[in-house]
Each structure stands twice: as structure tokens, then as C-alpha cells.
């Protein structure tokens, strides 16, 4: 068990957090393959189950109910796919790797530019200065009020709840990471490359056999929900009522990782799913904790059990959080904003 470092988040430092937790950062082969197996199998039985409902025409209630749960497994292989980019599922780097090329295709997403940004991510969360790469569009108050109206337009269509959790996670799996971006380096294009042809090659098995409508009409939905739960978990575990942003002269990492964060909340069999990602204030305290121990890092530190979970419940209003405001350090809502601006006109 951790002991407490003592001290609140502004006398700690991350180096001291990461030490209390390193024992948790050992990968274990076993739990390792034991969670493939948990995930793989049921998804892939799962989908020869869907093919043949689909082709003798089950009605539509039973088929959406097994493209939801191949969905949640899909969901849980990508937080092996996540954790295989911070090199923390196996000890190997090149199972790692591996891994992470394989789950980079049953998720239609590039490991290697996928890992780039997402470490980019991590460097950079909660820093008002280094926005952009691997995070949710977030203005603040003053940039918003500064942007053109056709910024300002598009901004709120981002920040639309129909737009980022339903056209949005189509648009970035489906089409954005298909496309082998001219600014990431070599490792990033060939990942892409490599992830492209292996899901050219799975449509033209799939159109040789089970047939490419039968493969579309399950793919496509399962790929739409699980992205939507996807992009929402993401969104909420740093979009919340009372997270942490600061500019980077004043950026903490420990106030990042444990105000910045999220802690939420979920029952245990969406917990299962979501492999213990909402225990993301852990995650950002040491990266290197794999899924299958952060509940433990978590039961044993009571620092990491000082952050107030946010349930689903609290969680939804963060959809109605869209702008940092500076003055009031906190996430204000368009409705807010836009009140303000009636009264300070009227005055």
C-alpha cells in the first residue's frame, strides 16, 4: 500500500505522486492476456453471430442490441490499444507495439500518429498556451468574443453535443485517419499506411465471403456507437464543473493530473467496458499504470482518493460547458455567456 506524501496539490510535487505509485506500473503478462481473451473472443463471436442474424433478417431490436455490446467490447479493445501507447500493457515495448498495430486496425485508427498526439496530450492538458493537438477545441471567453462570426459559428457547432458525439467520432475514425497527414514524420505515415491497407484488405475479404453490404451494416453502427461512448469519455474527463486550466507560467502538473482530471464514477459494468479509464487522474499522475491496476493505485493512495468523483449524472453538464473563463477560472456555458453580454449591454 502508498502512503500519503502529505501536503495539498501545491507543495506536492509529480515526481513525489509518481514514486508513491511506480509499484502499480508493472505490467503483468497474465492479467495481459487474460483481458485479451475477456475482449477478443466475445467480440469476434459476437460478430459471427451478427453476420448470420443479419443475413436470415432478425428484427432490427435484437440485431441493435448486439451492436451495442460488440460496441462496449470494441471500447474496451481500445483501452488496450491506448494503454499499448504509453508501452504499459506488456513489458515488452515490441509487444507493445505489436498490440497496438492490431488494435490499431479493429479500431480503424493509426498506432503510431494515434500515440504521437496522444503523448502530445499528456504534455500539454489543463496548459491554456499549449492547446491543440490530441484535445478538445476549447476557447476561452476573451478569444471566443475576439473570433469571426464564422469561427464563433463553428465553434458552436463543435461544441453541439449532435455534432461531436454524432458526426464527430464518424468524421475523425472513418475519414480523418485514413488520410496520411503531411506533417507527422515518417513512423506516423507508415502506421497510417499500414493501417489503411490492412482494412483495405479486411472490406475485400469481407466482400469475398460474408459480403461487403452484410460487413457495412454491422461495422458501420458498431463503429458509430462505440466512437460516440468513446469521445464522450475522453470529453468529460477534461471537460467538467470545477476542472483545473491554467496559462503555462502558472501550469502545475500535480494540480493538472488531480484537478485537471477526472475522476468519473462509473458502475462497474460500464467500468469493466471502459477499462478503468475514469480513473483518469490516476492515469495522468503515471501514465505507465496499465487498466488492469489503476483501480488498485487508486484503492490504496489516499491522495488519489481525495479527488471528488463525478458520476454520470454530474457529468452532464459538462455538454453545457463550452468556454474557459479566465476571469472566474471556471467553464461557463454559451447561456451564461450570452446573458452576460444582455446585461451588460442593457447597463
Known sequence: MVTDTGGAPDELTIQALRKTLSQYARPDLRK????????????????????????????????????????????????????????????????????????????FTPFRYWQRNHMVHHNTYADLDLRGVGDIWTLTVDEYHTASPMKQLGYRLYRNPFVFLGIGPGYSFLLTQRLLHQWEGKNERFSAAVTNVAILGILVAAGQTIGLRTYLLIQIPVFLIAGAIGVWLFYVQHQFEGVYWSRHENWNPVKAALLGSSYYKLPKVLQWFSGNIGLHHVHHVLPRIPNYNLQRSYDESSIMQSVPPLDIRRSMKSLFLNLWDEKQQKLISFKSLNSRSGKNTSN
Open 32 to 107: 495481459a492476456i487474460l483481458q485479451m481473451l475477456s475482449a477478443l473472443i466475445p467480440y469476434f463471436g459476437l460478430w459471427v453471430i451478427l453476420v448470420y442474424m443479419v443475413k436470415q433478417k432478425y428484427p432490427f431490436a435484437v440485431i441493435g442490441a448486439l451492436i451495442l455490446l460488440v460496441s462496449l467490447f470494441l471500447v474496451r479493445i481500445f483501452i488496450f490499444f491506448h494503454d499499448c501507447a504509453h508501452n504499459s500493457f506488456f513489458s515488452s515495448n515490441r509487444a507493445n507495439t505489436i498490440l497496438g498495430y492490431v488494435t490499431g486496425v479493429l479500431t
